[in-house]
């Protein structure tokens, strides 16, 4: 099982980037995909929206509208589009698996190096 993350680096406020995850040794459709990030002296959070209006625990309210959660079954690819970013979106991103129901960070059971987001103003 793999997980590998990429796209992240460096942006300027109110850019766009789009961070890719490649799933390897599983069917990303037989699980919940999600995104997660943890800025420095920070608890992770959620930042998967699959919707401007996703509610989902996993979906902070201070990216809503603004990240966008698909998925590639066929590449088996899970994509974060972030878009308007800001300073306070610096940090690091985590592409993330987990069973039927995975909310809280530690119910999601395999999670991805990670790939480095900042945002300069």
């Known amino acids: 099982v793999q997980l590998v993350e990429s796209g992240g680096g460096l942006v300027q406020v109110g850019g766009s980037l789009r961070l890719s995850c490649a799933a390897s040794g599983f069917n990303i459709d037989d699980y919940v995909m999600a995104w997660f990030r943890q800025a420095p002296g920070k608890e992770r959070e959620g930042v998967s929206c699959?919707?401007?209006?996703?509610?989902?625990?996993y979906c902070a309210r201070s990216v809503r509208g603004r990240f966008i959660t698909s998925l590639d079954s066929a590449k088996n690819t899970v994509y974060l589009q972030m878009s308007r970013l800001q300073p306070e979106d610096t940090a690091i991103y985590y592409c993330?698996?987990?069973?039927?129901?995975?909310?809280?960070?530690?119910?999601?059971?395999?999670w991805g190096q990670g790939t480095h987001v900042t945002v300069s103003s």
């Open positions: 993330v698996r987990g069973n039927l129901g995975a909310a809280a960070p530690s119910e999601f059971d395999f």
């Open positions: 699959m919707n401007t209006y996703d509610d989902a625990p």
